[in-house]
């Protein structure tokens, strides 16, 4: 009889491991952060002992959600701005926001408010640009988000930077700091092509690549972007980056909504992944990302919530519902995206793009113990047919009970453990008051 | 000072009323199902009292939700089929398993469960469509739901009804015998055009009109739908129900995906409504519908979440949050489809729809007591900037914390007052079984 951190018992086990198998009476032993055993209940509890046995008779257990492209320093400006151009929410709304607010304080509280809604929402892993983002690693550090992080690379000065070299710098100093934390990960993240010269871009790849460091950009998010893109480089944006020596399986895009056939081609020769931010994308008009042509192409694909700003929540499980739904219309398909596939599109597939499918991503013995349970017993969840497209189609986020990152409880019954809700909601007050005035 | 049943107070009031006024310290008194009074909290409280204060000091208050199509005694049919097309999802699933379930006594329990979610998801009107239908009038009386029902008139046979005939007469039925319920509206809701006759769809129509009751059908969900009426009628479907003399303005649609323009104005000028199905249209891949037209040509319109077995849940929010960012995308315009015109789409839209307008969708002295009241005091719903872009981007169902119907409290802080959820669990259990035995 072996003695455990915790074990999980009873649950409805999701494990989304090769075989995709299905435990419908399982339980799993949690030591050291990590899933040292996963089978039947009767099996596990001949083998293992633990204080803290977590009942999940009533539970789906899953492998945590993964948000594959977030600004969670923008909390404070969620609903800010809505039902307006692209162009005048940023020039008129967001960026003369961000210019007066944006310090170092403003960004660990907004984050920490941040972190708290994901683990709400069930979401373990993100991947996040922004400015202070140090200040970020701090707050995901102290709610216990597993995060990569990355300072927001621009050709010209802000605030806090005044030149590139300083975003990029302090990213590396990031690297450094928080090397031997477990949960953080620092990542060199250039805006975009149409906000980083080619030396910059260059450059941010070669640094990452001497510090072995993800690569993570926007691109290709409007079709004003590739057709600028055409006119300054005569290519369209993924054959630019490519012919920068930019691309290789380090790299990440977000959005990636106009990309075409060739293009889709060359993101998947390379390894690059692709983050889809649906939500957003519709509500600023951007347009549908390709995913049939993705699939096709064999890219690897995943859901992203984006910032709250322009989204305005930080669901997944929202992504999930409103991608399957909307791609099935615009391929006059409803057997495209099937729930299964898009439940790996938040677990697995992101763990890949990400490099760490031997560590997150499915419940398999010797990864990370990233795992978060979601009630059953809920009139609007019952009756349950098939626990995919149940998760896709049918809960909420307010559905997710429990959530564990790295083997540490952060969630139990919706109550977080680590952090105080009603300080938050104070902080979250002032700032409100704070962006009000004039 | 007056003595009332309810008094609502310190709430943030989004009223609909024609100014669309919000008041920031609102209160509401409330007596015999109607609202008796509104304004700012310190005026009422000079003037009202009561036993039963509740207090909206972190809460919205605004008009109940209404649904404008749903067949709620399909909720034990939640995901029994997905991902799958239209074709074999009614033929080879949900058909059989009605041919097998459907009895009185499964509608009662299906529809008093499927009345205990919508009032959790903030819903206090619905306009619905199935068989049994006096079964599913008992539960929403038990419920306390307000219901306009009908039962599906078909051409063929069912195991409930030989004809049609009797499929109208057992309406009338309940049309005479829920005359006296406050809640409860029977309408005469032939099926469709491809499943009723010419003579069925006009013998209907007499008959509602000759009872003053309304009518209700589904039409143009599919294109083939249009080049079926196209090839049988030489005319398309609104163009044909017009040529019978079924339209007027007491009739409404559900669906109405493929209506063209010249459809659109004959729908206008008729003063027909259309209750527009979102998700489940993109889930079937039925396509989207013409809002864009609908709006240009002054055709009411509402959201509805249409059965949960092709949904799967029965959220009016998610159905606003989808329509709106979907339509945006699709009209290529992010100021298309603003917050606020959406809030109307599901209060005081369907009202007029419904030729309710006088009694319920906005806050209005004398106008019904269908209120809801959302919790802002969530991490998920902080900051709020915009009540209307907060209902429809950002606040889940979950965020309803207490209904109040025809002046009835249902529910307070998220716990129904009539209904015992521990027995509807059971219950749902208990037909899941059943339903998954071959």
Chains 1, 2 share one sequence.
């Not at 799993?28 to 509890?45: V, Y």
């Not at 959600?65 to 020039?91: K, P, V």
């Not at 960004?107 to 683990?119: F, K, M, N, P």
């Not at 020596?245 to 990440?252: A, P, R, T």
Request: hydrophobic share 40%.
């Amino acid at each position: 009889m072996q003695h455990t951190d915790i074990i999980i018992r009873n649950g409805y086990i999701v494990t989304i491991n090769p075989e995709m198998d299905i435990l419908e009476n399982g339980a799993l032993a949690i030591e050291k952060g990590k899933i040292l055993a996963i089978g039947n209940t009767e099996e596990i509890e001949k083998n293992y002992t633990s204080e803290n046995v977590i009942d999940a008779s009533s539970k789906i257990v899953m492998p945590g959600l993964i948000n594959g492209h977030s600004h969670i320093a923008m909390t404070y400006l969620r609903g800010y701005a809505d039902d307006i151009l692209l162009r005048a929410w940023l020039e008129d709304h967001i960026w003369p926001a961000e210019a007066r607010f944006v310090k170092a304080q403003f960004v660990y509280d907004a984050a920490i408010h941040g972190c708290a809604e994901l683990i709400k929402n069930g979401i373990t892993m993100i991947d996040d640009m922004y400015f202070y983002s140090k200040e970020t690693a701090r707050a995901a550090t102290k709610a216990g988000m597993r995060a990569i992080l990355g300072e927001g690379i621009l050709d010209f000065p802000m605030a806090f930077h005044k030149t590139p070299e300083s975003m990029i710098n302090y990213a590396l100093e990031g690297h450094e700091e928080f090397k031997d934390n477990e949960l953080i990960d620092f990542a060199l993240m250039p805006h975009s092509i149409y906000t980083c010269s080619k030396e910059n871009l260059i450059i941010a790849a070669e640094e990452a690549r001497a510090h072995d460091m993800l690569i993570h950009t926007h691109l290709s998010e409007t079709k004003k972007e590739v057709v600028d893109c055409l006119k300054a480089h005569g290519v369209r944006p993924v054959q630019y980056l490519d012919s920068i020596g930019f691309l290789g399986n380090d790299v990440s895009i977000a959005h990636g909504v106009w990309i075409d056939d060739d293009e889709q081609k060359l993101l998947a020769k390379k390894g690059v992944g692709v983050n889809i931010c649906t939500e957003c994308n519709l509500k600023l008009a951007s347009g549908f990302a390709p995913i049939k042509g993705y699939k096709e192409n064999g890219v690897t694909i995943s859901l992203a919530t984006d910032g709250v700003a322009s989204n305005n929540n930080l669901s997944i499980l929202d992504e999930m519902d409103m991608t399957s739904k909307v791609h099935k219309a615009i391929n006059n398909d409803p057997t495209f995206l099937p729930a299964e596939e898009v439940v790996r599109m938040v677990t697995i597939e992101p763990a890949k793009i990400f490099n760490k499918e031997d560590e997150v991503g499915s419940l398999e013995v010797g990864k990370k113990a990233d795992i978060i349970l979601l009630e059953r017993d809920k009139l609007e969840n019952m009756p349950m047919y098939n626990v995919y497209s149940h998760l896709v189609y049918t809960m909420h986020s307010e559905s997710v009970q429990d959530v564990i990152i790295n083997g540490k409880v952060l969630m139990r019954d919706r109550k977080l453990v680590e952090i105080d809700e009603d300080e938050l909601f104070e902080k979250a007050k002032y700032y409100q008051k704070e962006l009000q005035k004039n």
